[in-house]
């Protein structure tokens, strides 16, 4: 007798996995190096040290060590909410009719509603080791500023968190969560900041960006003593960080005796996803499986879809090192859609170079079409996703569609990275039929190609 797939499956705390996987070792081709934005030349450690923690410095530019062991304190605090539910979504697939089999990795069981909390812990205790007196950063969606400001009260760090304005503006209640944790919240861009006041006089009316909140939290953190920045996607780091995702999707896969045939996930600056497909990448670079692996971005920011694969900063203020990235180009200011975490104008570099190689498939999606999903999704699993988490949910509804059609039994496997409760403000302006979609068009999107960056010798 086969054995009945649960609705949940729940590791047990000894199955947790206790070291990251750091996919760049199985990379047949390196990301390209950051580079120095002074020199043009490749980042060394050291170039990092004004900016980033040490040994998050070195987890940065660490293309060869595989697996990574996460220190215990780590371990301590992720088991306040991991490991996390791997999900079988049977009334979705029976609502849709679908001979697929879906399932979901829910991130959302935290007090930060996402998946953000697995690098949030991870820097502020790396932050805390290295005797740090304070960290800023920047959030845009809310759910990484969240879930650092829990982080950073567990370890005892005091932390400045720039917040996107449009995300600001709609979600209050985000911040009353920041600060219950003791967290400092401005709104972005502010005029605590060189940076924030010279993206003010040239567009005060601007809702923000997370590039421009990057640039804000880089500035504070250089000119305070004893403090550092962290970012809560893009990086490498991050990407290790979220690997625990993946591997504890594998291994709970492997417990029911699946594989996926395709992984989706949704992408922002590609944290969530890089860290779910990193296992399965690992078995499609090295042969031994071939999942199709899917990146789904917002229609109104489109970075792998139409960007372009060139050197760009990380921030809108141009102080952050150069990354060779998908990029819309550091200046664009996507239109404030509801999924703020999704408003990030490049792409980690990983995800970028293995798009670019044609390990990975990008898709993206409208704002409404979205939104049905994410309703669709809440009656039938019970979990009212967040509006990011959305844009998988989406396209794994699409692709499990297309198995309705074929009669194909495949495998789905999607990130669930987190919960919508402050996203009310979308779900109603969706409910009124007043949400629109917003698709910049060439014209606006030549405007940020038009400022990349010129490297002499590598792009000119
Ligand atoms: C719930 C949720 N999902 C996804 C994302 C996108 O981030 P990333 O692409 O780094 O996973 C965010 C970012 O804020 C988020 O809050």
Request: aromatic share 10%.
């Amino acid at each position: 007798m086969t054995k009945k797939i649960p609705h949940r499956l729940y590791l047990t705390e000894d199955q947790m996995p206790t070291q990251w996987y750091n996919l760049r070792a199985d990379m047949n081709e390196k990301p390209d190096p950051m580079l120095n934005p002074a020199t043009g030349k490749p980042v060394v450690p050291e170039d990092l040290y004004p900016v980033f923690c040490e040994k998050l410095a070195h987890q940065e530019l660490d293309d060869t060590t595989r697996y990574i062991d996460i220190p215990k304190e780590i371990l301590e605090m992720y088991k306040n909410y991991r490991p996390s539910p791997l999900c079988r979504a049977y009334n979705l697939e029976k609502a849709l009719e679908t001979p697929a089999k879906i399932y979901y990795k829910f991130e959302g069981n935290n007090t930060s509603g996402s998946h953000k909390l697995n690098s949030a812990i991870a820097q502020a205790y790396y932050a805390k080791e290295q005797g740090l007196t304070g960290l800023t950063t920047e959030t845009g969606a809310g759910q990484w500023g969240t879930a650092l400001a829990e982080s950073c009260c567990y370890f005892g760090i005091p932390l400045t968190v720039y917040m996107v304005k449009a995300s600001y503006e709609q979600k209050p209640f985000r911040r009353s969560i920041m600060e219950t944790f003791g967290a400092t919240v401005i709104a972005s861009p502010s005029n605590t900041t060189e940076a924030g006041r010279k993206i003010l006089a040239m567009n005060p009316n601007t809702s923000g960006s997370l590039g421009c909140a990057i640039s804000e939290a880089v500035e504070k953190a250089v000119t305070t003593e004893g403090y550092k920045y962290v970012l809560g996607s893009v990086l490498n780091q991050v990407l290790l960080h979220q690997s625990i995702i993946g591997l504890e999707s594998e291994k709970a896969m492997e417990m029911l005796g699946e594989y996926p045939d395709v992984v989706i996930g949704c992408a922002g600056g590609g944290s969530n996803l890089g860290g779910l497909i990193a296992p399965f990448m690992r078995d499609k670079i090295t042969g031994k499986a071939n999942p199709r692996l899917i990146a789904v971005e917002p229609a109104s920011c489109p970075s792998l879809t139409r960007g372009k694969y060139m050197y760009d900063y990380c921030d809108t203020g141009r102080i952050t090192p150069m990354a060779k990235m998908y990029t819309l180009g550091c200046t664009f200011a996507p239109s404030p859609i509801h999924a703020g975490g999704l408003r990030y104008h490049g792409m980690a570099p990983i995800l970028s170079k293995l798009y670019h190689e044609g390990y990975m498939e990008a898709v993206s999606v409208e704002q409404t079409k979205v939104f049905e999903a994410a309703t669709f999704f809440a009656k039938y699993e019970s979990i009212l996703p967040a509006p990011e988490s959305a844009h998988a949910i989406r396209t794994a509804i699409d692709e499990a569609l297309k198995c309705k059609e074929t009669g194909e039994e495949k495998t789905i496997l999607f990130g669930l990275t987190g919960t919508g409760f402050f996203d009310m403000t979308a779900y109603s302006s969706f409910h009124e039929g007043t949400m629109v979609d917003q698709i910049p068009t060439d014209e606006e999107l030549q405007k940020g190609f038009d400022n990349l960056p010129k490297i002499p010798g590598i792009q000119e």
